[in-house]
């Protein structure tokens, strides 16, 4: 597996534009995953501290640095595709780099009313008009991440399909009319076999 990110860095916080897993040689998208935040995704180390320092505001490669979560998704991935082949696109609630998400919510709060930042802040959700399937994984903790998931079911909602796949709960939302609640890719190794056979049974089901 491989990981490539965009980053782009503006007034000391950095930015993660795109992301996407591969496997393999094909370009094709099998599907995408929203997680919460990039967490603490980082290029190779020289490049990531001209970044960081602010010697140049946009880099581009393999993120190799900080993979936990990326690892958990490429684990249920691999049970649910054999053989495993392709592009995942990876996009988040909002794309701040940050390893801790309570000091993530912190940054995001502090910068989401300046117009600096708001091509920076958010992700296209324009781009999966015709991914196959979208995995909703960004967290069922949602009392810290209301605000950022009232702004984007809309626009989920509004997609030409509605191929949402994940360990979901999809209870009738007051305003949307569809509310989605989602976990994270789990640690445990039962548990992300429980998942994969969920995740293959939804696919099937498009």
Known sequence: MQVHGL??????????????????D???????????????????????????SGKITVAEG??????????????VMKKVFTPLEGRLLLLNLFNIVESDPD??????HSVKDDPLYSELLYPNISLLSDIPWIWIAWTTNESRIEELIERIEPQLISLPHKRFIGDIDEKPHRKFGYSIKAKYPPIADVKRDKLAEILKRQIKEF
């Open 62 to 75: 393999q993120i190799t640095r900080d993979l936990g979560k990326i690892n958990l998704i490429e684990k």
């Open 7 to 24: 980053f782009e860095q503006r007034e000391n916080l950095i930015f993660r534009k795109s992301a996407y897993l591969q496997w393999g």
């Open 103 to 108: 000091l993530a919510i912190e940054k995001f």
């Open 26 to 52: 094909s370009k094709e998208v099998i599907g995408s995953i929203i997680l919460h935040n990039p967490g603490g995704a980082k290029l190779e180390k020289n490049l990531w501290n001209d970044l960081n």
